[in-house]
């Protein structure tokens, strides 16, 4: 092949290789994340309606999936609770390309931490990953709405890359085994450039802002 053959190739092959890595609509926009909100058997559904509204006021793209029950291969029957790891393993493996799921639960959830084999947990998510799960089972009666909707997009945030942040007032704060969710009150600027930069739309203390709207 002669030179200008060889250059028509090359300029060929980026032109497909940049058009098959860029989800795109057929207006040309950018495809973002769908987040798919996934509640599991006996969740109350008002709830569910609650966070979705509250996740799309920072996040547009979601959708709420019918109830299902929880798989029954997540269940740890000596402790009563149910396998974070086993049900994020499971809804990952039935999310859609393109999609995140996250699962909504009022059992009792656990994950093994370090040498602890069950310790009993908020929520879990794989950072990143297409998948995660919230229970309410461990939160605050009196704030359960403002708590459940901190540990929905914190575990939201592993999801999409975020791992655990030193400032103690950002949602992705390590609990560390307790429940300091009430001293959160939004994103810290570095996890709310990388959400930003994944199609969020967070302003600069949108989480005080929102906190106040909704409770």
């Known amino acids: 092949m002669n030179r200008p053959g060889k250059i028509l190739s090359v300029y060929l092959f980026f032109l497909i290789f940049i058009f098959a890595c860029t989800e795109s609509d057929k207006t040309g926009a950018t495809k973002f994340v769908i987040i798919d909100i996934q509640p599991y058997e006996g969740f109350s559904y008002e709830m569910v309606k609650q966070v979705a509204n509250q996740i799309k006021s920072i996040y547009p793209y979601v959708t709420i999936q019918p109830e299902i029950s929880l798989p029954i291969s997540s269940f740890y029957p000596l402790r009563n609770r149910y396998r974070a790891?086993?049900?994020?393993?499971?809804?990952?493996?039935?999310?859609?390309?393109?999609?995140?799921?996250?699962?909504?639960?009022?059992?009792?959830?656990?994950?093994?931490?370090?040498?602890?084999?069950?310790?009993?947990?908020?929520?879990?998510?794989?950072?990143?990953?297409?998948?995660?799960?919230?229970?309410?089972?461990?939160?605050?009666?009196?704030?359960?709405?403002?708590?459940?909707?901190?540990?929905?997009?914190?575990?939201?945030?592993?999801?999409?890359?975020?791992?655990?942040?030193?400032?103690?007032?950002?949602?992705?704060?390590?609990?560390e085994g307790g429940n300091p969710i009430d001293e959160e009150i939004e994103f810290c600027d570095k996890c709310r450039e990388v959400l930003i930069n994944k199609g969020w739309k967070i302003k600069e203390n949108s989480g005080k802002q929102k906190l106040n709207k909704y409770f």
């Open 85 to 175: 790891d086993s049900i994020i393993r499971i809804l990952g493996s039935s999310t859609a390309v393109g999609h995140v799921t996250i699962g909504l639960t009022n059992k009792d959830i656990s994950t093994t931490n370090g040498n602890v084999k069950d310790w009993g947990i908020m929520g879990l998510g794989f950072r990143p990953g297409n998948a995660c799960v919230v229970s309410t089972f461990r939160l605050k009666k009196e704030n359960l709405s403002s708590q459940f909707y901190k540990v929905c997009v914190h575990e939201l945030g592993h999801t999409a890359g975020l791992n655990h942040c030193s400032e103690r007032t950002c949602f992705m704060r390590d609990a």
